[in-house]
């Protein structure tokens, strides 16, 4: 068989393809080879053999690849930068106190109690002009209103009263919520927002109001919970055989079991620092005071202990009920409950227990029985 010139050509050229292939192979080998031999039969530390030196081999080519500057520090021990640390926080809290911001006092403008709003006024707005505008609308709001002020330096608000003819930049406004009385109404909030929007913009004050709605809804959830805690428990102390007491042996007892007659005619038991624990008052409807007690004659005594206004109650009602006691004994009376009758122990104990629970309720509200707050609210 013969071979044409075509099979001659093609046997040629695989013959040169498988030639170029094995050459290549043998070149990839041989540099194989060589870089083999190069990491492991050179000088290349070993992490597990050679321990520190190898460390001190690392540090030798670290130092060869460092560029040229200045050294940077070395890191201290971490019990410095604990140290350190606590160095800095004692700086925060070394901050002078007239560089933080002082906060608005609750008794005039508290973020429960009341819808507090904010003007800020580039130029500083004179007092005796703010007054004037709010006189318009300010009575008609329903509840307590009260413009509190400052600037920048001041390192406290202050109450905006009828003497004071600065100029400020900083202005609170606060509208109590609810009291006794109940919540505050739509119609006043609209009256209170509307008002002091006009004296933002006769004065050209920056003013951001709450919602409306939201607002109202604050107001009515407050007085729900205000009033399912708003108990006032009363003992009575009679003459035992139905006749009077006379006011003269009266005030004596009376002031010796640590009562003192105030101005509105009420006998008060006061704590350490001046607030109220419980009241004494006439059973009928005359008052007391110094020249009626000389004449005055009385069916009996009324005894009143207000629960969210005496920080604790359970100590206020154990005081109101020694005291009654002690007249009643001073005077030759009987102690009884609100619908005379006979104040039993099972009673006592059951008047104990609903005043430390509705304070414990009050306390998880956060209104705090006696505080700042729940003076506002309970009156």
Known sequence: MQISDLQIALIGAGAAGVAMVWGYNVWQDRRHRRDADRIFNGKQPDALLDGEAGDAGREDAESERREPGVAEPAPEPMTSMREEAGAADTVVAEVPPESVAPQLPPEWADEVADCVLHLTAAEPISAPAVRAMQDVWAADCGKALRWLMRNDGDRAWRLCDANDSGRYAQWAVSLQLADRRGPLSDSDLARFFDGVQQVALQTGARLELPSRGETVLRAASLDEFCAAVDIQFVLHVVEAGGGVFPGTKLRGVAEAAGLVLESDGVFRARDAVGGELFSVANLGAER????????????????????????????????????????????????????????????????????????????????????????????
């Open 288 to 379: 007391f005071d110094g020249e009626t007690l000389k004449s005055l004659a009385t069916n009996g005594l009324t005894l009143s202990l207000d629960v969210p206004r005496v920080a604790d109650g359970v100590a206020a009602f154990d005081r109101m009920l020694g005291t009654a006691q002690q007249l009643a004994a001073a005077l030759g009376g009987v102690l009884v409950d609100a619908q005379r009758a006979a104040l039993a122990d099972a009673m006592i104990a059951a008047i104990r227990t609903k005043t430390a629970e509705l304070q414990q309720r009050m306390n998880d509200g956060g209104i705090v029985p006696g505080s700042v707050r729940a003076l506002r609210l309970f009156s």
